[in-house]
């Protein structure tokens, strides 16, 4: 089956303490995003990947950084967690990207990961 | 950064009515997709219409967009149940650095 998975769903953990959430899709696409979703606010892009090796910065990356060494995986990192980034993640992967993160083809979005940092 | 916006941020109707939804942006775009949310889990893709595309339909769904007025607009005809939902509408645009940017959504709820 087509899919996006991301791991943990579910996590809570306390400030400082570094984590990884997994994201992983078995469509062999090119382009992968990470998302966050806040009451209020919608879904903000915080990193992309066109390609292995080539990530770039979303609208809100502050805090976060990835890493795409394989074209399958793209796991965002919080070094350092702190309260304000409590909020619902969401990994999406597309067919194809086109340069500047502009998007050809539909995404399709992970079931999310619930990160509380206290 | 331009946003997209949907409007009306909630929408109630009874069911077999049609539902529609707006989206206004604020720079040109390459395409805009719409998505559709059930609470709490990820998002499903709904339509994508080009910027030179006017009009698209699938099933139930019909998404127009007027790059004049920078706005789409999606209707869902005789509404059901299952259609309870958030539905979202997220543009890229042609720019370089911009990114894709996801409007706040508009909570749907079909009343029985």
């Known amino acids: 089956e087509a899919q996006v998975t991301q791991n943990p769903r579910y996590l809570i953990t306390v400030t400082g303490k570094k984590l990884t959430v997994t994201c992983s899709q078995n469509?062999?696409?090119?382009?992968m995003s990470w998302y966050r979703q806040d009451p209020g606010l919608g879904l903000r892009q915080i990193y992309y990947?066109?390609?292995?090796?080539?990530?770039d910065k979303g609208d809100v990356p502050e805090g976060y950084k990835v890493s795409r060494k394989e074209k399958r995986n793209f796991p965002l990192i919080l070094e350092s967690p702190s309260p304000n980034q409590t909020s619902l993640y969401f990994c999406?992967?597309?067919?194809?990207?086109?340069?500047?993160?502009?998007?050809?083809?539909?995404?399709?979005f992970g079931p999310g990961t619930r990160l509380t940092v206290l | 950064s331009q946003q997209g916006e949907e409007d009306p941020q909630a929408l109630s109707i009874q069911e077999g009515e049609n539902a529609t939804m707006n989206c206004s942006y604020k720079?040109?775009?390459?395409?805009l997709q719409w998505y559709r949310q059930n609470s709490g889990r990820g998002l499903v893709h709904l339509i994508l219409?080009?910027?030179?595309?006017r009009e698209k339909h699938s099933g139930r769904l019909r998404v127009t967009l007027d790059t004049s007025k920078k706005s789409s607009s999606l209707l869902i005809t005789a509404s059901r149940a299952a259609d309870t939902a958030s539905y979202f509408c997220?543009?890229?645009?042609?720019?370089?650095?911009?990114?894709?940017?996801f409007g706040k959504g508009t909570r749907l709820h079909i009343l029985p």
């Open positions: 999406a992967s597309s067919l194809k990207g086109l340069p500047g993160g502009t998007l050809y083809n539909e995404q399709f």
């Open positions: 990947s066109m390609n292995v090796e080539v990530t």
């Open positions: 997220a543009t890229d645009a042609q720019k370089r650095d911009d990114k894709i940017i």
């Open positions: 219409i080009r910027s030179n595309e």
């Open positions: 720079t040109s775009i390459n395409n």
């Open positions: 469509m062999n696409h090119e382009y």
